[in-house]
């Protein structure tokens, strides 16, 4: 599966973590000019050094212009991110470093995403998956993505993740914007923000057990799952990702939305009410929007029984993208399942209330 990053191809390294700094490129700043002498004053052009691991492509063109920023954008060297990330690893994780870890880059460099598996830290699960704690950093040159700490506990056998549960967006960003205002990355001081957010997320992995069970206490019928498709996960996630969900929690099947003209899913939206909700979707080709079936996905996942098991199923979605930036949808399942739990909350209260009427 060829992977892209905001249109660019991404490559896929998983190398000793000794290793890995050979295939992760310096950049530097140099003036916006063309050759006959006119210069931007107000731009700069970044611009990546060959490395001695770079395909035929890259080496014949030596140093690349990747982008241009203003002058008061503050560079953060993808070196500088992956030497911080390992550094503070090796004081939370000490013995335990991993040996391996990967590297999503695109083809030039701009935007890295590198991961590391910590296979002693581990969500025990009563169904025996083998999901990992995964400390992950993305950083990108330019405009986007910079700083990005995450966790999350992945799976490899699918390549699937869930969120982990205590992470808090807003000490990641506080970090992302507190390092930004700054001159110059201070490596040692980065080491220690990335050391502080590791020390204290690692403590809660017990509580995360405890979070990830109520998922599974939340059983699923299949009106419960209607709701939640056309609502919570149709908002968040529009309408061919709603249906995929039902279909493959309901018949193992991931699915393909089409419409009558062919044309992308999008073209329908003019006439709603021949629009069903996601989860009445059907394989009826004379409708205004219908499915095909696809490959059978895998048998852990259908029939769903619990709101873990549909956690699985939008981590697999999203393991299926073709593209970094939906893979990194990810990030959206707590909110996905809070809001599934929400409603089996209101139905259990709402069966407590009938019982006791009756008693």
Known sequence: MKLKWEGREAIVHTKPVNQLLDWIPHFNRVP??????????????????????????????????????TKQYHLFQHRDVFKALVDALKLVVSDEMPLEATLKITEY???????????????????????????????????????????????????????YGWLSAKEVNFKKEHRKKEKELD??????????????????????????????????????????????????????????????????????????DNNDDEQVVDSPKMIPPPSELTSDPNKARFYVQKEKAPERFAPSEDAFHLSLIL?????????????????????????????????????????????
């Not at 990992?132 to 490899?156: C, H, M, Q």
């Not at 697999?316 to 990810?330: F, H």
């Not at 809070?338 to 909350?345: F, T």
């Open 32 to 69: 916006f000019k063309l050759h006959n002498g006119g210069t931007n004053k107000y731009l700069e052009m970044i611009i990546r050094e060959s490395l001695s691991t770079d395909g035929k492509l890259i080496k014949d063109r030596q140093n690349i212009p990747v982008c241009t920023a």
């Open 109 to 163: 460099g701009e935007s890295m995403w590198v991961s590391f598996i910590l296979e002693n830290h581990q969500l025990n699960d009563a169904e025996q998956y083998p999901f990992f704690l995964e400390v992950s950093g993305l950083n990108t040159i330019g405009a986007g993505k910079a700083l990005d700490i995450r966790l999350s506990w992945y799976e490899p056998k699918y390549n699937t993740r869930i969120p």
């Open 187 to 260: 490596s040692d001081a980065f080491t220690n923000d990335i050391y502080s957010f590791l020390l204290t997320h690692l403590v809660h992995i017990s509580g995360e057990r405890t979070y990830y069970s109520r998922w599974k206490e939340a059983k699923i019928t299949q009106n419960t799952l209607a709701r939640w498709v056309d609502k919570d996960v149709l908002e968040k996630w529009k309408y061919e990702k709603a249906a995929r969900t039902y279909h493959i929690a309901m018949e193992g099947y991931d699915i393909q939305v089409k419409t009558l």
């Open 315 to 359: 981590s697999w979605i999203t393991s299926q993208e073709t593209t970094i930036p939906k893979q990194l949808k990810w990030t959206d399942i707590t909110y996905l399942m809070d809001r599934l739990v929400a409603i089996d909350e209101r139905l259990r209260f709402s069966l407590n209330v009938q019982e006791s009427l009756f008693k």
